[in-house]
């Protein structure tokens, strides 16, 4: 154990004096936090609208302003000749026009059924889809509102009446903060171990140590733990920076955020190790360890791509990437402030992962060492 | 008192015999010479001898240890330095000593005893806190070595230990090499420069995975008894050789530099005189033509080519 320690002890000053490892700890993880937390966002905000009002009423305006009030639409314009929908469109100067047509007022209080114009931008699918339900949501509400002054009833007498837990906003910061945490994590862990194991072999200095009656075991231990307690760092660092920077709750107990991860940095490490005992320069330690965890942790995961509309291939793939599991109990603990007695299950399949790839890693390691 | 005995030793890679029942002992105190041309086995019967490689077949006991049945045992008893000096280069003077005298197990008094020892073994006085990449090569050799002998192992194997740096560190290397013997370590060194080879007591000369040839320098060059070897200096020794390979007389020929030597048949072969003049009757002015004693690399070719045929 002290052997390991002085393995350890040695590794950090290596650490602290290599400039691009230090890179790759530090940098790279606050870059990603920043890019992915401002940029990587679906929240559809400001949407630029413009309103042909044909119907000049209260009614009407009072439609406009419910618009207006919802926060999602921006008005840049009023349409006063149909000729500038056409124009107003293709320049892209608004994304969506509503037309609202002569004699709203008149036929809503009549109790009458008024089609509403909605004009969307398709050119980004997924905007347009986001933009449609919040203007169907925003004139349902509307349209409620007259057939009770109206007194009329039939039509839609069953309302929902959403509420979303958890995230209410629905931004969609809060559900990749746990994704990104597991991501960065992932890819410092496994490039810097690797990285750092490879290196040795490369400048000879592993068959220097292995002709002292240092144990492979030792070894490993040393060079591993200070990546783990820089991760570790490093994950708990970015979930701070996103609760100060975009407002992530942290619902849960810091113990077992704690325990799962360090469960999750096992296996991340495990990993780095087993590429190691693969590759045999850097260059191809680097591009192993890329691919093993960067891809499967971004897509794969949950990350970003629901699982469940995932091919059924693809799904069972999912079963040996960790971040599938991570993802769930950290997504519970932070945003649900769930604990152990419901996320046991990631927690168990973290232990087999790691402890399955710790196996063969050592195995590997250990027919190489002697 | 032998400090490590090799009992036909051999090792195979598939089908490739990489050491063939290599035999021999090295005395305690010694300075042993493994002498041998790339990939001729050197490296891989070092390899077993540390304990790095199992034998297939054959013993060998370092220090007292089997290295087949305890590994790790030989590695405590050793110490071991390559040609790349395998220190941490990011690392300083004074944190890889403190590395390698963590791995083995050293602490405390017994850490600042060997270290303050390295420091000055090396001349390394002042430079404690430079890194490891901005030594020079001479002194990053005798780090390498500190490093090595830090937990006084009483056998220290040197792969090719001098590879890469200059004339002038590579003779104060052997003193030390000398120093360590006289204080009862046995070293077992491999080199390729012949000149080196001479300060060892005793060499053995490895060729194609066997042991072609062992003893003391002296020993080594009876291989030429009843037999003269003449030094040709001429103007265009490539032609000078081209015709004593048609003598009779001449059973072989090797340069050196820009002289040649030949190998004449039987005692009574090599009149200097007789060869000039054959020589001018082809075409070839000698300015001298000298009986020499034999050097090491006449022996090591002489016994490599033999062992080849």
């Keep these: ?370 | 008192m032998n400090a490590i005995v090799v009992n036909e030793l051999t090792r195979t890679f598939g089908d490739f015999v990489a050491v063939d029942h290599v035999s021999f002992d090295v005395r305690k105190g010694e300075v042993f010479g493994f002498l041998g041309s790339n990939g001729a086995g050197k490296s891989t019967t070092i390899r077993m001898l540390c304990g790095l490689l199992n034998p297939t077949s054959g013993t060998a006991n370092v220090g007292g240890v089997d290295v087949g049945s305890d590994p790790e045992g030989v590695k405590r008893r050793i110490g071991y330095m390559s040609q790349r000096f395998s220190l941490y280069e990011q690392l300083t003077v004074d944190q890889n000593i403190r590395f390698f005298g963590g791995i083995y197990g050293l602490s405390g008094a017994t850490l600042q005893k060997r270290r303050a020892f390295v420091i000055e073994m090396a001349g390394l006085h002042g430079r404690e806190q430079t890194r490891a990449s901005d030594l020079a090569g001479g002194w990053r050799q005798r780090l390498a070595l500190g490093c090595a002998i830090l937990h006084e192992p009483p056998i220290v194997f040197l792969d090719e230990p001098t590879g890469g740096v200059d004339p002038v560190s590579r003779r104060q290397f052997w003193t030390l090499i000398d120093q360590l013997a006289e204080g009862g370590v046995t070293v077992l060194v491999t080199t390729h420069y012949l000149d080196e080879a001479e300060h060892c007591h005793r060499i053995a000369i490895i060729h194609a995975g066997r042991l072609a040839a062992l003893g003391s320098t002296t020993e080594l060059k009876r291989v030429f008894e009843g037999r003269t070897i003449l030094e040709i200096q001429s103007d265009d020794p490539v032609q000078a050789m081209r015709v004593l390979d048609t003598l009779d007389d001449v059973e072989k020929t090797s340069v050196f530099g820009t002289a040649v030597h030949a190998v004449m048949r039987g005692s009574g072969g090599g009149q200097p005189g007789s060869l000039q003049s054959r020589l001018a009757d082809a075409g070839v002015q000698a300015r001298r033509i000298d009986p020499v004693e034999p050097s090491l690399e006449d022996v090591f070719l002489e016994v490599v080519s033999g062992a080849g045929s």
């Design chain 1, 1 to 370: 154990m002290r052997k390991a320690l002085s393995v350890g002890r040695k590794e950090v000053r290596q650490i602290l004096r290599d400039r691009r490892s230090l890179m790759i700890l530090l940098f790279v993880p606050a870059f990603f936090l920043l890019v992915y937390g401002y940029a990587l966002n679906w929240d559809i905000r400001h949407v630029r609208l413009a309103v042909e009002d044909r119907d000049r009423s209260a009614a009407s305006r009072s439609l406009v302003s419910a618009f207006v009030n919802s926060g999602y639409f921006d008005l840049v314009a009023d349409i006063r000749s149909p000729g500038q929908v056409t124009e107003l469109m293709n320049r892209g100067s608004v994304r969506a026009i509503v037309v609202i047509p002569y004699g709203l007022q008149r036929d809503l209080l009549a109790g009458q059924t008024v089609p509403v114009q909605v004009l969307l931008d398709g050119d980004n699918a997924n905007t347009a889809t986001t933009v449609m339900g919040y203007a169907l949501t925003i004139l349902q509400s509307e349209s409620s509102r007259y057939r009770m002054v109206a007194g009329v009833m039939g039509g839609s007498a069953v309302m929902a009446l959403p509420r979303v837990w958890y995230n209410p906003e629905l931004r969609s910061t809060l559900f990749l903060v746990p994704g990104l945490i597991a991501y960065i994590v992932m890819i410092t862990s496994v490039v810097s171990t690797s990285l750092s194991i490879v290196r040795e072999k490369e400048r000879g200095t592993m068959e220097q140590v292995r002709m002292s009656p240092l144990g492979a075991a030792s070894f490993v231990l040393g060079k591993t733990i200070p990546y783990y307690l820089i991760s570790l760092v490093s994950a708990l660092a970015i979930l701070l920076v996103a609760m100060v920077l975009f407002g992530v709750p942290m619902r849960g107990s810091w113990l077992v955020l704690l325990a799962t991860i360090s469960l999750y940095l096992v296996g991340a490490l495990g990993l780095g190790l087993l590429v190691s005992s693969i590759a045999d320069t850097q260059q191809v330690a680097f591009q192993i360890a890329v691919l093993a965890s960067f891809l499967p942790t971004l897509m794969l995961s949950g990350f970003i791509f629901p699982i469940a509309s995932m091919p059924a291939f693809l799904q069972a793939v999912t079963y040996v990437v960790p971040a599938r599991y991570f993802l769930i109990a950290l997504r519970g603990i932070v945003l649900k402030g769930v604990g152990l007695p419901v996320i046991w299950p990631q927690l168990v399949s973290l232990v087999i992962y790691s402890s399955v790839v710790l196996l063969l890693a050592s195995l590997r390691l250990r027919r190489q060492w002697s």
